[in-house]
């Protein structure tokens, strides 16, 4: 059985790539803060990774609603995490 959780910008996820299905991936687990924080400190997450930083502030006005649909990542960005 799976659980539903909601993700938004800014949180801290697990990702597999789909053995067939090259362009999409499984999300495995979100981590909690307390969780992401433990991560940050023990240098498993890049020291540029900002923690606890929604994305309200950082929208502007044609930007509004971005993160209400879905997040689609590329090839490139899925070899980075």
Do not use: C
């Amino acid at each position: 059985m799976h659980k539903k959780v909601w993700i938004v910008i800014g949180d801290i996820i697990l990702v597999k790539l789909r053995d067939y299905q090259d362009d999409k991936a499984e999300v495995i687990l979100k981590y909690m803060p307390g969780e992401a924080r433990l991560l940050k400190a023990y240098d498993k997450l890049s020291k540029n990774t900002r923690l606890n930083e929604g994305i309200a502030g950082d929208l502007d006005e044609e930007d509004k609603g971005v993160g209400d649909n879905y997040i689609e990542f590329e090839d490139k960005d899925i070899n980075k995490i």
